[in-house]
């Protein structure tokens, strides 16, 4: 079982490359100093065993504690290895919040949103959710609003208004029909109206679509082909299957089974390098939603952190500090 954990958790770890690398040789040092320590430590104890009366050599060199010598030691070299590295410059790859980007909500409004399996129903639940996921996003980032039924239209354009795109989400209403490939063709259309930076007008702000549904496509143009547009137009879709396997609606005097479309929703995230997540209760929904905030808010982005392995030296250098007047020191 570790052999196969190893691989995941060293993929896991960023990436550290150095931007003067030609430093590290200062590294080559290390080796020669270890040598040093372990030649002088043995010719000291070849001279402690020419005293045949060990009484009396206890009263000229005081005893000294092994362990607290070699790790005073270890802590030095560790300390000289943390600060060749801060010099060499190390970088690596971190998430850093976004300035700028655009996202648009598309909430399924058809009628198997009615369902009560998500209390008090899917599409109340739906909303809740979503306008907290509005509340946390950064100001700087437009956010539209699209309803989806049979058809799909565009609630609210791109706006920094959030405040706005809460009261739009609040009056979604039920209709017919689910139409998942014209609520992604309505999304991109709803990119484009995205408002220019003014210090900078010919920057296009990252954008990205969050799409919950919970049926299948039942109207309009194939949720593939949408799909495929969003994959053409590098917007990711980040796809929430909402819902459980239970749930049901009366329509007509019928009582009708929606079980949410997994399949398709994991579908549509593939093919736009999005995400896929299935939520069956306000909690996990709130979590999904978190989630999604993560991923749209930060980006990967290089970045030096000299003084992260020069503080890590410092620290270290204290310690060994610590260390060194210890053995000095006649305690009481």
């Known amino acids: 079982m570790i052999p196969q954990l190893l691989p995941q958790q060293l993929a896991m770890m960023p990436l550290l490359t150095f931007l003067s690398p030609d430093r590290l040789l200062i590294l080559l040092v290390i080796p020669l100093l270890v040598g040093a320590y372990i030649w002088a430590t043995r010719r000291k104890n070849r001279r402690g065993m020419r005293f045949t009366n060990t009484s009396m050599l206890d009263v000229v060199v005081p005893k000294q504690s092994q362990w607290r010598r070699h790790l005073a030691v270890a802590l030095s070299l560790l300390s000289l290895i943390t600060l060749t590295a801060a010099f060499a410059r190390p970088s690596t790859v971190i998430d850093v919040p976004r300035e700028r980007a655009t996202v648009v909500i598309v909430i399924d409004a058809s009628q198997s949103m009615q369902a009560t399996d998500v209390a008090p129903n899917r ?186 392995f020069a503080g890590y030296g410092l620290a270290f250098a204290v310690l060994a500090a610590l260390g060194a007047i210890s053995l000095g020191a006649k305690w009481p």
């Open 123 to 308: 599409l109340a639940a739906a909303k809740t959710a979503a306008i907290e996921f509005v509340e946390k996003l950064p100001e700087k980032y437009n956010v539209s609003i699209v309803s989806m039924a049979g058809n799909a239209s565009i609630l609210v354009p791109p706006t920094l208004a959030h405040n706005t795109v809460e009261n739009a989400i609040n009056s979604i209403q039920l209709q017919d029909g689910t139409a998942i490939g014209e609520g992604i063709y309505t999304a991109l259309r709803a990119l484009q109206q995205a408002p220019k930076d003014p210090k900078k007008p010919d920057s296009v702000a990252p954008g990205a679509i969050v799409l919950l549904s919970d049926g299948s496509n039942t109207a309009g143009r194939a949720p593939m082909q949408g799909a495929a547009e969003a994959r053409k137009a590098k917007v990711p879709i980040y796809t929430i299957a909402y819902g459980t396997e239970n749930g049901y609606v009366d329509l007509d005097d019928e009582r009708q089974a929606v079980p949410v479309d997994h399949e398709l929703m994991k579908q549509i995230a593939a093919l736009t390098n999005g995400q896929y997540f299935a939520a069956a209760t306000v909690d996990q929904l709130k979590t999904v939603y978190a989630n999604i905030g993560s991923e749209v808010g930060y980006e990967k982005a290089e970045r030096e952190v000299t003084s992260r």
